[in-house]
């Protein structure tokens, strides 16, 4: 795997008043590379030299212990010849 290098822009923001609270705005082409929406859930660390903010996705569902079974065995009943040979 090679090294892959990323422009990073710097981007300064107001604050923005939003009710008793602050907010600040993600300009349309930043919300485009992250593919967030309005339903993107994030999660704010506090950081002692200012705010971590990253963006919550919903991960892959993880296969059922019976599922890993069996495809092992599909894998085993395939190439298990194959993979004793190799073994040699």
């Given at each position: 795997m090679?090294i892959?290098?990323?422009?990073?822009?710097?981007?300064?923001k107001?604050?923005?008043?939003?009710?008793?609270?602050?907010?600040?705005?993600?300009?349309k082409?930043?919300a485009?590379?992250?593919?967030?929406?309005r339903?993107t859930?994030?999660?704010?660390?506090?950081?002692?030299?200012g705010?971590?903010i990253r963006?919550?996705?919903?991960?892959?569902?993880?296969?059922?212990?019976?599922?890993?079974?069996?495809?092992?065995?599909?894998?085993?009943?395939?190439?298990g010849?194959?993979?004793?040979?190799?073994?040699?």
């Open positions: 090679g892959i290098f990323i422009e990073v822009t710097v981007v300064k107001n604050l923005t008043a939003i009710g008793g609270s602050l907010g600040f705005i993600i300009d082409p930043i485009e590379l992250y593919k967030l929406d339903n859930q994030i999660e704010v660390i506090p950081k002692e030299d705010l971590n963006f919550l996705r919903e991960k892959a569902p993880r296969a059922s212990d019976e599922e890993v079974t069996k495809a092992a065995g599909d894998v085993n009943k395939r190439y010849k194959m993979m004793k040979n190799l073994a040699k």
